[in-house]
């Protein structure tokens, strides 16, 4: 079992930058691929970022590239997303996911990942 816990979300105005942190807890970290997904009121769950065990490959979905970075420090367990450029758009309550391996198009679906955080609210007002 892995468990994980977002924190860092909050209200922000449009054009502004926050940083979420995700802290994993339970089996090893090793091999996991950590991703972040969000899902705004009444709209379904959507893919935001992933990042691969050795941060050798990330990917993002089109409407924050550019804008959203994600990152990980395997020796401290943490995985962040960095968000600058902020849009009311991208409020959305994010969650923090882990998968046990996969790649490409797989890494974007929310089926690749079994663990999952309980989310962390961010509001960016106009």
């Known amino acids: 079992q892995v468990q994980l816990v977002e924190s860092g979300g909050g209200l922000v105005q449009a054009g502004g930058s926050l940083r979420l942190s995700c802290a994993a807890s339970?089996?090893?970290?090793?091999?996991?691929?950590m991703g972040w997904f969000r899902q705004a009121p009444g709209k379904e769950r959507e893919f935001v970022a992933t990042?691969?065990?050795?941060?050798?490959?990330?990917y993002y979905t089109d409407s924050v590239k550019g804008r959203f970075t994600i990152s990980r420090d395997n020796a401290k367990n943490m995985v962040y997303l960095q968000m600058n450029s902020l849009k009311p758009e991208d409020t959305a309550v994010y969650y923090c996911?882990?998968?046990?391996?996969?790649?490409?198009?797989?890494?974007?679906?929310?089926?690749?990942?079994?663990?999952w955080g309980q989310g962390t609210q961010v509001t960016v007002s106009s």
């Open positions: 996911a882990a998968a046990n391996g996969g790649s490409g198009w797989w890494l974007r679906q929310g089926g690749a990942y079994a663990y």
């Open positions: 339970g089996r090893t970290f090793s091999g996991t691929v």
């Open positions: 990042i691969t065990w050795s941060a050798g490959n990330t």
